[in-house]
């Protein structure tokens, strides 16, 4: 009997972006098939489960062969095995090192051990993200760790570059603007260790951190004055750190504290209803803003910058029943006020300190 045969011959390489996904997420052949039939691909080509199978199974084959190449991605554009059309490559790298941000967001700031199978088995069951999947993502807080080298490669790469931090992930690893930060965001915190698990913090979400790390980045750290040394943007001013000691003067002398005080309830009265709790707290607001400044000399200070910021500030002003926007305006005139101040000299450190506390209390705060 003779069988007609419909064939097509192309080089462009096909790749179903469902199925790519499942693979990324850590699916085995036979699960994703389970999935894809769910989804009415049977009925939508008209197709029998073994085709189905087959056409998996050789997507799989080919993620599985790109995925060296997806280690570094400028090779992707110029090997000739696979002819990707350059948008699919595009969405092959991004989605390659997207992460999911409930599990970035329990180990950040976290460095775990060699032996971390327990630790990936405890958050994949915690965030539901797979543990193949967690093993994708398993990288840089993890430096020194043997068995996932995935994501560890963007930390082994821009360590060693000067320039811009999130520039060096953008060009090197061919990601968007917006995933090049958070990559930057978790070197910023894996580098700098971060307290981010105590319990006063869980309700902060990765992009809450993401969003501070930003503003951290942009100018607390070396590269914030010289854009060209190595670490730039990975390792805090240690000259600015010492600076921020003059700040105390704002809490221990008596006179510019209740200067500082009256100019601040000045421009308050009459704005806002929790003016009086404002006043009535001012000095135990300043003293506790002014002394994180004055202790970040210390590394682990530098560790408890949030949770200090969470108990020293937000934690009194939310029991007042502060809003967002009495926040604002508080911390607006708070740092405004110091301007005003005639024997107080360090106003550019003062605004490059309370630049970032500002914004970052704002992120913070969820009224």
Same mark, same amino acid.
């Given at each position: 009997?003779? =069988?007609?045969?419909?064939?097509?011959?192309?080089?462009?390489?096909?790749?179903?972006?469902?199925?790519?996904?499942?693979?990324?997420?850590?699916?085995?052949?036979?699960?994703?098939?389970?999935?894809?039939?769910?989804?009415?691909?049977?009925?939508?080509?008209?197709?029998?489960?073994?085709?189905?199978?087959?056409?998996?199974?050789?997507?799989?084959?080919?993620?599985?062969?790109?995925?060296?190449?997806?280690?570094?991605?400028?090779?992707?554009?110029?090997?000739?095995?696979?002819?990707?059309?350059?948008?699919?490559?595009?969405?092959?790298?991004?989605?390659?090192?997207?992460?999911?941000?409930?599990?970035?967001?329990?180990?950040?700031?976290?460095?775990?051990?060699?032996?971390?199978?327990?630790?990936?088995?405890?958050?994949?069951?915690?965030?539901?993200?797979?543990?193949?999947?967690?093993?994708?993502?398993?990288?840089?807080?993890?430096?020194?760790?043997?068995?996932?080298?995935?994501?560890?490669?963007?930390?082994?790469? =821009?360590?060693?570059?000067?320039?811009?931090?999130?520039?060096?992930?953008?060009?090197?690893?061919?990601?968007?603007?917006?995933?090049?930060?958070?990559?930057?965001?978790?070197?910023?915190?894996?580098?700098?260790?971060?307290?981010?698990?105590?319990?006063?913090?869980?309700?902060?979400?990765?992009?809450?951190?993401?969003?501070?790390?930003?503003?951290?980045?942009?100018?607390?750290?070396?590269?914030?004055?010289?854009?060209?040394?190595?670490?730039?943007?990975?390792?805090?001013?240690?000259?600015?750190?010492?600076?921020?000691?003059?700040?105390?003067?704002?809490?221990?002398?008596?006179?510019?504290?209740?200067?500082?005080?009256?100019?601040?309830?000045?421009?308050?009265?009459?704005?806002?209803?929790?003016?009086?709790?404002?006043?009535?707290?001012?000095?135990?607001?300043?003293?506790?803003?002014?002394?994180?400044?004055?202790?970040?000399?210390?590394?682990?200070?530098?560790?408890?910058?949030?949770?200090?910021?969470?108990?020293?500030?937000?934690?009194?002003?939310?029991?007042?029943?502060?809003?967002?926007?009495?926040?604002?305006?508080?911390?607006?005139?708070?740092?405004?006020?110091?301007?005003?101040?005639?024997?107080?000299?360090?106003? =550019?450190?003062?605004?490059?300190?309370?630049?970032?506390?500002?914004?970052?209390?704002?992120?913070?705060?969820?009224?």
């Amino acid at each position: 009997m003779a =069988v007609e045969l419909d064939v097509f011959v192309g080089n462009t390489t096909i790749m179903d972006e469902e199925v790519y996904q499942l693979w990324l997420d850590g699916y085995t052949v036979n699960d994703a098939v389970k999935v894809r039939m769910e989804g009415g691909v049977l009925e939508e080509f008209e197709a029998s489960a073994d085709v189905l199978l087959s056409d998996t199974m050789d997507q799989y084959r080919t993620f599985q062969m790109c995925e060296r190449l997806l280690h570094s991605p400028a090779k992707l554009a110029n090997q000739l095995l696979f002819q990707i059309p350059p948008h699919r490559q595009a969405i092959l790298i991004e989605r390659y090192y997207a992460f999911d941000d409930a599990f970035v967001r329990e180990v950040l700031g976290k460095k775990l051990s060699k032996g971390t199978k327990k630790d990936l088995d405890d958050i994949s069951a915690k965030t539901s993200v797979t543990l193949k999947s967690c093993r994708r993502q398993h990288w840089v807080q993890f430096i020194g760790c043997d068995g996932f080298d995935n994501f560890k490669r963007v930390f082994k790469v =821009v360590e060693e570059l000067k320039g811009p931090l999130v520039e060096n992930i953008r060009q090197h690893f061919l990601l968007s603007d917006k995933l090049a930060r958070d990559y930057a965001a978790i070197v910023f915190f894996a580098n700098n260790r971060f307290e981010t698990g105590k319990r006063k913090l869980q309700y902060l979400t990765f992009q809450d951190f993401a969003f501070c790390a930003g503003q951290l980045i942009n100018s607390w750290t070396i590269g914030a004055v010289d854009n060209m040394v190595e670490d730039m943007d990975v390792d805090l001013d240690k000259e600015f750190l010492q600076e921020l000691k003059e700040l105390k003067i704002l809490i221990t002398d008596k006179d510019l504290l209740d200067q500082h005080k009256s100019l601040v309830c000045t421009a308050l009265r009459g704005k806002t209803k929790a003016f009086n709790e404002m006043e009535a707290n001012f000095k135990n607001l300043s003293r506790g803003l002014v002394n994180i400044a004055a202790k970040l000399t210390n590394t682990k200070d530098v560790r408890d910058f949030f949770i200090d910021l969470v108990e020293k500030f937000i934690e009194p002003c939310r029991s007042d029943r502060w809003t967002a926007s009495d926040m604002r305006l508080y911390l607006t005139h708070y740092t405004n006020s110091a301007h005003i101040l005639d024997t107080f000299k360090h106003q =550019v450190v003062w605004d490059r300190y309370m630049g970032v506390i500002k914004s970052c209390i704002f992120k913070m705060y969820h009224d």
